[in-house]
């Protein structure tokens, strides 16, 4: 199960008025959506949401609810932040099946860009996707995916055919598509954007 547990309230106000009493009183309004339910306006204490959001596990993982004696299994995929204050201001949770397959988007990040001999050289890592939509359980999300840029030339081209994924992870979208290219000059960076915008259209 989930390392996470939001202990939630039921929301009675819903609306604009509702989410503003609900932080006046110290928390964060939520709904939870989803399965063969209705939506449900609840809140969390602002301290443990706060606490829970700052692991860098709430979002897009498995997260316990747990209202009283109950417990459901949820996915956290949205939080909205205040733009100045920068506190969380309201949330979606989706409830799941621990072992249900979910549809996610996860980072893509890369290392050991000192051994490229292509960036070395002066060329460009052009990313063209920084994360990737994957179907998994929801009890299987990985935390990432990362790609080892070791002995990469100018001219490269990084797939997602070329990552290894986790056993019953795969991308939602069936075909080969481009992640990054190491370019060698701006226009070698056009062309691979042109590249992975055609293929998104097709």
Known sequence: MADIILNVELRERIGTGGARAARREGLVPGVLYGGDKDPVAITVKSNEFRKA???GKLLGHLVTLKHGSETQPVIAKVVDMHPVTDEPMHFDLYRV???QTIKI???VHFKNQEASPGLKKG???NVVRHEVELACP???IPEELVFDLTGLEIGDTIRIGAFDLPKGVSPTVDRDFV???VAGSAAGASEAAEEAAGEAEA
């Open 53 to 55: 959001l700052y692991t």
């Open 97 to 99: 099946d621990e072992h």
């Open 105 to 107: 988007s996860v980072p």
């Open 123 to 125: 060329g460009t890592l």
């Open 138 to 140: 929801a009890d299987s």
């Open 179 to 181: 992640i990054a290219t």
